[in-house]
């Protein structure tokens, strides 16, 4: 990896439109139960942890699951082993 190959702020920079996000093909039957679990539910509960990569993950889960049922209602649980 090289960290100091550019300066944080440009990064911060990028248009951010340019960005193509996409579900790769091996996981396309997570997003179709994702899918069809979110049609049915009457509110989203996202438990993950509480560190960057969770809350990636409960990003691109609530994009899947808004796209199919924007109006869910989302909620955010937070847990730590401490």
Known sequence: NKWNSCAP???????MTRIKRYVPDDKQNLKQQL???ARKADALI?????DREGEAI??????????VKPGLDVWRAKFSSL
């Open 9 to 15: 702020r440009d990064l911060l920079r990028e248009d």
């Open 35 to 37: 899918e069809i679990e």
């Open 46 to 50: 996202l438990w993950l942890d509480c």
């Open 58 to 67: 409960c990003f691109e889960v609530l994009e899947v699951c808004h796209a």
